[in-house]
């Protein structure tokens, strides 16, 4: 046998998951492998007619400590460390006793979906394990003689390494499972790390573990010389983690960003609402009676650039909807869930994405964001914050009607999720002009008033949808010029942040033009 196989001889099976296991175990048998295990495994495995030896027995010590001590002992980590190929190593392993470990198979206890459930703090300590991990991070170190399986997954493929090179298991194969051994205990003491730092209230603990799993490869990043690939950090909450694709070709980088980026806007509102997207900006915002309305008048507001754009609702999508949405090229459609009568019309586009998430995400859940930097990276809380009607303080002579301030919160709640600095016209529950990403505040306004009459004349209306409309800005206005802009496209109301050096200039600029304007002294910068 080449010198880079080895042989399985003896194997430890101690898991927690244990679908799987007796599969395994009955084929490790048939090749003549002595089984170990511990507690519920052995107990599983004599059931199912397997001769396996306990760990106490094979030591010689019992467990003690309500099983909190059982495989931390020499016999064990000697036999999973010890180099075969060093005569000090067999001469100690002669002289205690110390039989080879040639196999590894082990998950873990349940640490995250103990904590997920919501259990108490006794419990999920129970739940953080020791052995398992020490014994991985042992088997794993020595792979050069020893094979680790972390994954149910990967039983089927051990079982075919096995079969393959006749009970042994390749240097390659070893090496794979190593990687993957070490990736499983740095994503689980991420995981402890993560919740003893919230349990503490300490968001930005002094250092800061991050873990995903991979769901999937993507063809290219941002541009196609940029790798790219997609990692889920959390499964509970509804969105891109939780979506089965029912149709349509592979998802791009681009695609996930901008498709997630239009789901969590439209989980903000509780009327039925669409939003298309493009380039992680929205292009066009609505709500309606239903879900069809909603993308009428979500379209009109930039009929040009929601080509091929990302369409999201927050309603089950039905077959009147896609059948409109059915005229134009889009990218992706992400709802919570799609009719039967949907997917047959939205099936005639080979390659648009279709997304169903099963739910919509909690605008307002807690959590941290992320942005790579040379070297480092930046964390944040999430904005979650949300403003409603009680927040808002009237700052000129004229107070906004009960329709403004409708449009008000729409407005400035779509201007959230609109790259800075964002401008963005409402009217009735839609969009009708968005000014995204300028360098100056008066330049987005100038462009979301553009964009507004470019809609209207489209729409074939000779008067800009800016008139009549409300208006708001992410961040407060430094200058009065961009509050006049709006004046001058028509708009009669705005919601700002405030909190300007020269916020007694604008307000003076707001009366003199006749709008109300209102204050929320909360800012949604968004980089």
Same mark, same amino acid.
């Given at each position: 046998m080449p010198a880079t196989l080895r042989p399985i001889r003896r194997a430890l099976l101690s898991v927690s998951d244990k679908s799987g296991l007796i599969e395994l175990a009955r084929s490790l048998a048939e090749r003549g492998v002595q089984l170990l295990s511990t507690g519920g495994s052995a107990q599983a495995l004599r059931q199912a007619g397997l001769q396996v030896t306990d760990v106490s027995e094979h030591t010689g010590f019992p467990e003690i400590m309500d099983g909190r001590v059982k495989t931390l002992h020499p016999k064990i980590h000697g036999g999973l460390l010890a180099r075969r190929d060093l005569a000090e190593h067999v001469s100690a392993q002669k002289t205690h006793g110390i039989a080879d470990i040639d196999l590894l198979v082990v998950n873990l206890y349940p640490f995250e979906a103990t904590v997920a459930k919501g259990a108490e703090r006794d419990t999920i300590i129970e739940n953080i394990d020791i052995g398992g991990p020490a014994m991985i991070r042992a088997a794993a170190k020595n792979h050069d003689f020893v094979t680790v399986i972390v994954d149910p997954a990967d039983y089927e493929d051990l079982k075919k390494e096995l079969t393959t090179h006749d009970g042994a298991a390749c240097l390659d194969f070893r090496r794979r499972m190593a990687r993957k051994a070490y990736a499983r205990t740095a994503a689980y003491d991420a995981a402890i790390s993560s919740w003893m730092a919230g349990d503490l209230g300490e968001p930005f603990p002094e250092r800061m573990s991050l873990s995903g799993e991979r769901q999937s490869l993507l063809r290219y990043g941002e541009n196609p010389h940029q790798r790219a690939a997609f990692y889920v950090t959390d499964r509970k909450r509804s969105g891109l983690a939780t979506a089965k694709q029912l149709q349509g070709k592979e998802l791009s980088y681009n695609n996930l960003n901008d498709t997630d980026a239009a789901f969590e806007l439209v989980a903000e509102f509780q009327a039925p609402t669409i939003a298309i997207i493009k380039h992680a900006n929205p292009c066009g915002v609505a709500s309606g009676s239903d879900l069809a309305k909603a993308y009428e008048r979500a379209l009109a507001c930039d009929p040009v650039s929601a080509f091929g754009g990302i369409i999201a609702a927050n309603r089950p999508f039905d077959g009147k909807t896609a059948e409109l949405i059915g005229k134009l090229f889009s990218?992706?459609?992400?709802?919570?869930?799609?009719?039967?009568?949907?997917?047959?019309?939205?099936?005639?586009?080979?390659?648009?994405?279709?997304?169903?998430?099963?739910?919509?995400?909690?605008?307002?859940?807690?959590?941290?964001?992320?942005?790579?930097?040379?070297?480092?990276?930046?964390?944040?809380?999430? !904005?979650?914050?949300?403003?409603?009607?009680? !927040?808002?303080?009237?700052?000129?002579? =004229? *107070?906004?009607?009960? =329709?403004?301030?409708?449009?008000?919160?729409?407005?400035?709640? +779509?201007?959230?999720?609109?790259?800075?600095?964002?401008?963005?016209?409402?009217?009735?529950?839609?969009? +009708?002009?968005? %000014?995204?990403?300028? @360098?100056?505040?008066?330049?987005?306004?100038?462009?979301?008033?553009?964009?507004?009459?470019?809609? *209207?004349?489209?729409?074939?209306?000779?008067?800009?949808?800016?008139? %009549?409309?409300?208006? *708001?800005?992410?961040?407060?206005?430094?200058?009065? !010029?961009?509050?006049?802009?709006?004046?001058?496209?028509?708009?009669?109301?705005?919601?700002?942040?405030?909190?300007?050096?020269?916020?007694?200039?604008?307000?003076?600029?707001?009366?003199?033009? %006749?709008?109300? @304007?209102?204050?929320?002294?909360?800012?949604?910068?968004?980089?």
């Open positions: 990218e992706v459609i992400i709802a919570p869930s799609f009719a039967a009568e949907a997917v047959a019309v939205l099936g005639a586009k080979k390659n648009l994405r279709l997304l169903e998430t099963g739910g919509l995400p909690d605008p307002a859940a807690e959590g941290l964001a992320f942005k790579s930097l040379a070297g480092g990276f930046l964390a944040q809380d999430r !904005d979650g914050a949300r403003t409603g009607a009680g !927040d808002l303080k009237v700052v000129t002579k =004229r *107070a906004p009607s009960e =329709r403004e301030i409708a449009d008000l919160l729409f407005a400035f709640t +779509v201007a959230k999720h609109v790259k800075s600095n964002a401008i963005v016209y409402v009217k009735d529950g839609a969009t +009708v002009g968005i %000014g995204a990403g300028q @360098m100056s505040r008066v330049d987005s306004s100038r462009i979301a008033a553009w964009k507004s009459a470019e809609a *209207a004349k489209a729409a074939g209306d000779a008067a800009s949808w800016a008139k %009549g409309s409300v208006v *708001a800005s992410d961040a407060f206005f430094p200058f009065a !010029d961009g509050l006049l802009a709006a004046a001058e496209a028509g708009a009669t109301a705005v919601i700002q942040p405030g909190g300007s050096m020269r916020d007694d200039d604008v307000i003076k600029a707001a009366n003199e033009a %006749g709008l109300a @304007m209102v204050f929320t002294g909360t800012r949604h910068f968004r980089h």
